[in-house]
Each structure stands twice: as C-alpha cells, then as structure tokens.
C-alpha cells in the first residue's frame, strides 16, 4: 500500500495593512456619533468650556436634565416634530418603496413599446440633484394650493427614480423569467405571480429601497424648509436649524439652546439606528438566498 503524504499548507499571513485602514475607518465614522453623545451629557458650560475636553465627559453627567428641558421646551415641540419625521418617513418611505418595486419589476420583466427610452429618462433624472427640484417642486405645490401641508413634502417623497433602478436591476437578475412562466402555466394570474413568486425573491432589494428612501425623507431639510411655514409642522431638521440659527442671533438663550440642538440630534438618529439594526437579517436573508442559487 502506497502512503499518502499530506504537504503542509501555508498559514495566510493577516494582512496588517487592511486591518489598520478597516479600524481607521470605524474610528472615522463613530468619532462623530461619540461626539454627540458625549456632548449631550454636558450642560451648557461645559459643552463649550469643560474639563473633559471634547470628546470626554465633562465632571456632571447632565443627560437626563438635558433631556427634561428638551420635553418641556416651548411645551415640547421638539417631539412634535419628531413626530412629523416620522409621519413624513413612514408615509414618503413606504409609498416610493411600493411605487419603485412595481415600476422596476415592470421595466424589468415586461417588453412594451418605449421602455428603453422611458428607462433612459429615469437614468438621466437620478443625475439631477434633489436640491435643484427645491424650487419646481414648491411652485408646483403652490399652484395646487399644497404648500404648508404634509402633502407637499409626502407627495415629493414618492418618487424615487434610484429605488426604481435599484429595483429594476434586481428583479432583472433575481427572477427568473422560467419561474415567471412556470407559474403563468399552472394558471397564476399576473398579480398572484408578483406577489407569490418574483416579491419575496426581491425581498432583500425591497427592504435597502425602504431604507433608503425612509433615511432620504427623514434628512430631508431643504423640501420643507420651502414648501412649510407653519412651525407645528416642521420636520426635525427644520426644527433644529431654526433653533441653531436663533442661537447663534444670540436672541434665543445662547448656549444653552445650543444644548438642545445636541440633545435633539442625538435623539433623531436613534430610530434610524433602530430601523438599520431590525431590517439587517433581511438583508442577511438575500445573501444566504443567492449563495445557495
């Protein structure tokens, strides 16, 4: 009988150099988030004066009194338009992830007349900046009498020509045209396909639309800045740059408006956070799909 030799195999030496540049990159995204949540425990001289510097806490952790003068503040209205983010999210979010997963699978699985030049269209409108539909879009509202409603930063929100690429891209590779057909033969109509076949392949697709276009309504600033002049309906974005340009006209209470700002941007990111942190196993879910395709 013939031994079998096992030749050694060479131990993969880490590369030192990425490593260093991955956690360079960690500590270059979360160095801004620690500093909000560092500044947030700091009263209004120590954000500016503190012992601990910077990005060190200060020698009184003043979390919670932040935190309570923020609720009570001209009777809470941060939480108001907290709650106007989120109505503005939820509604613009859902509504472009909804418009963007049928106008993408339609481009994607059927053939009609014009849809490449109706595509390229939507190539050409996603190099538009958003900023420069500002002005259009409050003309346009103004005309349908839409302008300091929650209508004219919803409606606007609905479209996401991105999403519809993203999706388009995505139902094009990840449904296959055989399992489409398979299904029409067993005598599934169009709508029982959708939602039973090509959906849940695009659920991975389906849920970074949501997101992005969920994050995209919530940051938006320069929309409602011009389409919104009542105060009760500001979104948190709007809210918090009045504050800090009444704070730096020192007209407002100076420093210790600047704490609320800190407070009120910490807070706002908070269910951001949560909805990245809830929605990644789907994600993780598309990955494990395609490898076993």
């Known amino acids: 009988m013939t031994s ?3 030749v050694p195999t060479a131990k993969k030496k880490p590369n030192i150099t990425a490593h260093v540049f991955l956690v360079a990159l960690i500590l270059y995204f979360l160095l801004p988030l620690w500093w909000l949540f560092v500044a947030s425990t700091k009263d209004p001289q120590g954000l500016f004066t503190g012992t601990g510097g910077a990005l060190w806490f200060d020698k009184n952790f003043n979390l919670l009194a932040n935190i309570q003068e923020l609720i009570t ?3 809470g209205i941060y939480f108001r338009w907290l709650g106007n983010s989120a109505l503005y999210s939820l509604l613009g979010g859902v509504g472009a992830t909804v418009l963007a997963v049928l ?4 481009f994607a699985k059927f053939p009609f007349k014009g849809r490449d030049f109706s595509f390229a269209v939507l190539l050409g409108s996603v190099m538009v900046p958003l900023t420069a539909l500002v002005i259009p879009t409050f003309m346009l509202m103004s005309q349908l009498h839409l302008t300091n409603t929650i209508w004219a930063v919803i409606l606007p929100s609905l479209l996401s020509p991105f999403g519809v690429y993203l999706m388009r891209v995505y139902a094009a590779d990840a449904v296959p045209d055989e399992l489409l057909d398979a299904a029409r033969v067993d005598g599934s109509g169009e709508l029982r396909t959708f939602f039973t076949v090509a959906l849940p392949l695009m659920r991975p ?4 639309v949501l997101l992005l276009s969920v994050v995209g309504t919530w940051n938006n600033y320069f929309l409602p800045l011009a389409v919104l002049s009542d105060q009760n ?3 948190v974005t709007v809210g918090l740059g ?3 340009a009444l704070a730096a006209s020192n007209n407002g209470g100076g420093t210790s408006l600047y704490t609320l700002i800190v407070v009120g941007s910490l807070i706002s ?3 951001l956070v949560i909805a990245f942190l809830s929605l990644q196993k789907y994600w993780q879910g598309g990955l494990s799909l395609g490898a076993l395709k």
Do not use: F
Request: proline content about 9%; aromatic content about 18%.
């Open 233 to 235: 309906l500001y979104p």
């Open 242 to 244: 009045g504050w800090q």
């Open 205 to 208: 697709a389906v849920v970074t």
């Open 269 to 271: 990111i908070v269910p």
């Open 4 to 6: 079998i030799t096992r």
């Open 73 to 75: 503040y001209k009777g």
């Open 103 to 106: 106008a993408g699978y339609g």
